[in-house]
């Protein structure tokens, strides 16, 4: 696995044998935790068409849309 692209205490894109990776820390409140997700080939096809802008709202999309935040909005 090899790192692609990264933006310092953020997020890295890993590369291995064809496959994306996004890597982010997410935080809500007083919880934080890192979370590694696979692209889907729509997701590869937006990178590579879009480049750091779509990696970057990615990862901001799956922080606001997180389970945990969802909770505390609906509570």
Not at 36 to 63: C, H, K, S, T
């Amino acid at each position: 696995m090899r790192v692609i692209d990264h933006v310092p205490q953020w997020w890295f894109l890993f590369e291995e044998d064809g496959a994306f990776f996004l890597d982010r820390n997410y935080n809500h409140s007083f919880v934080g935790y890192d979370f590694m997700i696979q692209l889907n080939p729509e997701e590869v096809a937006q990178y590579r068409a879009r480049g750091r802008e779509f990696i970057n709202w990615l990862a901001e999309d799956i922080q606001n849309s997180a389970p945990i935040l969802k909770v505390r909005q609906e509570g």
